[in-house]
């Protein structure tokens, strides 16, 4: 069986600093938030994720969250997070 599989998933470290920061994001910078979200899914000419701009905002998000909060700095999209492994297991 052949199971294709996005690099970025739930277990991916975007995805988990998302998670964690998401009720401070909603409450205080919720455009932002929606935005990593709308900005993972689709560009409106190429429906593929804009990651250079979501890397501008986790940069803007790194200097006003609370340090607790602030993404990773080695935290990086790159194309490569999209793109699909194969599992043939």
Known sequence: MVIQERYINSNHPYIQWYFKAYP??????SNYAQQLIYKLF?????RKPQYEEI??????LRVVLQIEM??????????NDFR????NS
């Open 42 to 46: 689709q560009n409106s000419y190429s």
């Open 70 to 79: 602030r993404p990773p700095k080695e935290l990086k999209l790159t194309e």
């Open 55 to 60: 890397n501008k905002i986790l940069d803007k």
């Open 24 to 29: 401070l994001l909603s409450e205080k910078f």
């Open 84 to 87: 699909f492994k194969m599992d």
